[in-house]
Nanobody, 117 residues
């Protein structure tokens, strides 16, 4: 059974930082491209950051220079370090795993991030 379990969300003041984690099980983590998406109330789900199996990273323009995605294949975990948080970063953040080779993809349940004073 495949599971993607996010953690690290919460409430933070503008300018603060949070680190999200996504622990994967049931997949060969190292061959999967991993990503973080977010969905704010009433809005569509948008890509935040992606990291390939080869650790190449890509970011949405809105988070470039503030967020950093990384992965630890030994721990089957992908991280999202979020700095200089803004109220507009408030959303449910979900972890995503995709293998082009296997033609499979999976989603986590999501973790809430709220940025407010």
């Amino acid at each position: 059974q495949v599971q993607l379990v996010e953690s690290g969300g919460g409430r933070v003041q503008p300018g603060g930082s949070l680190r999200l984690s996504c622990a994967a099980s049931g997949i060969i983590f190292s061959i999967y491209d991993m990503g973080w998406y977010r969905q704010a109330p009433g809005k569509q789900r948008d890509m935040v950051a992606l990291i390939t199996s080869g650790s190449a990273a890509n970011y949405a323009d809105s988070v470039k220079g503030r967020f950093s995605i990384s992965r630890d294949n030994a721990k089957n975990t992908v991280y999202l370090q979020m700095n200089s948080l803004k109220p507009e970063d408030t959303a449910v953040y979900s972890c995503y795993a995709k293998s082009f080779r296997l033609g499979r993809n999976y989603w986590g349940q999501g973790t809430q991030v709220a940025v407010s004073s």
